[in-house]
């Protein structure tokens, strides 16, 4: 009878060893802590429930423990129970985020032991679920956002496989300069697949001023046009003025006969004078307008042949005793 003794002593201390080696990270702090003593209490229902296979009850334990106090055993031992249910997806996440926190070496052991452990699990896991790695090429300096499916990846899990569900999947990114660079990809169980994304730099802002009404300046040219003909038909009507102006001087000379006139002249002496005023004033400001129209065109590109038949040209012809304008739209 000695030996069935000895068995049933050391099934019972290996069964203490496999319960309270998990709490061991909690056991061991010391201090009264009410957030953290309720956290341990419910790992401790939450372990509890695991190992008796209840894992949905065992995830509802382990979550409330997580959002009282962080600790990498919560997660590691909720990524157990999502093996349980068969949601492997989830599980895989779970010993992603383990695997990746960065765990300082004062850290209790079991912390590290921890990661361990979800590192080897994940891989153990890898055969069984579909599994997407994302690469970026370009940018620049810019931040990158990706989603797969709609649903954000953080940014330090680009660098790890990130499990799916087998099939069609969208992966975008895009970055804060504009960029946008988008693929499917089909995955299948078991399978690892490497997605590719070229996003290109942001491009500096152009310091060229865009070109008035079209890249042909095609703008200027009507406006240049237009205030030519303004001024053209200004100098004209400023020439007729002028030539009434000297056809009335030259009939109150010959009226008046000297330097002095008649009273009964003198309406038509300051008829003459305003009307010379008034030829002055529009030969002036025809000028300028028509030298404005002139710069216009002179600035506005010209491209041969193909800007003049589908624009507008202006034709001035001077001489000594006359001025021509020739328009066409």
């Known amino acids: ?20 080696a998990p709490l061991s990270t909690w056991a ?26 209840r894992y949905s009850e065992a995830l509802t334990f382990l979550r409330q423990a997580e959002q009282k106090f962080h600790a990498p055993t919560h997660l590691l031992y909720m990524a157990r129970a999502h093996v349980g249910l068969g949601e492997l997806v989830a599980a895989h996440d779970a010993y992603v985020a383990v695997a990746i926190e960065p765990i300082p070496n004062y850290a209790p052991p079991v912390f590290h032991q921890a990661r361990r452990e979800a590192v080897a699990e994940a891989q153990q896991l890898r055969p069984r679920i579909a599994t997407l790695q994302v690469a970026i090429a370009g940018g620049g300096a810019q931040e990158i956002a ?18 799916v569900a087998s099939g069609e999947h969208q992966v975008v990114a895009v ?3 504009g960029g946008r660079a988008t693929q499917v990809a ?17 491009s500096p802002p152009s310091s060229s001023a865009p070109p008035v ?6 703008g200027l040219t009507v406006a240049g046009a237009l205030l030519v003909a303004a001024g053209g038909a200004a100098l004209v009507a400023g020439g007729i003025a002028g030539g009434m102006t000297l056809k009335r001087a030259g009939d109150i000379e010959d009226t008046c006969g000297g330097d002095v006139c008649p009273t009964a002249e003198e309406p038509t002496v300051d008829a003459a004078k305003t009307l010379g ?31 003049a038949a589908k624009g507008p ?5 001077a001489t000594p005793v006359s001025l021509s304008l020739f328009a066409a739209f």
């Open 146 to 163: 990706v989603t797969i499916d709609g649903r954000a990846v953080q940014a330090g899990r680009l660098a790890h496989p990130i499990a």
């Open 313 to 317: 040209r202006i034709e001035l012809w």
């Open 28 to 53: 061991g702090e010391a201090g009264a802590d009410p957030v953290r003593d309720e956290a341990r209490k419910l790992a401790y229902e939450g372990i509890k429930a695991l190992r008796a296979q």
């Open 186 to 202: 089909a995955v299948a169980v078991g399978e690892s697949k490497v997605v590719s994304l070229h996003l290109q730099p942001e």
């Open 175 to 177: 970055g804060t300069g």
């Open 213 to 218: 009404d079209g890249a042909d300046g095609r």
């Open 277 to 307: 005023n008034v030829s002055t004033a529009l030969l002036i400001a025809g000028g300028v307008v028509a030298a404005t129209g002139i710069v216009l065109l002179v600035a506005a590109p010209d491209d041969d042949e193909a800007a």
């Open 1 to 20: 009878m000695p030996v069935p003794g000895l068995r049933t002593m050391f099934w019972v201390l290996w069964t203490a060893v496999l319960w309270i």
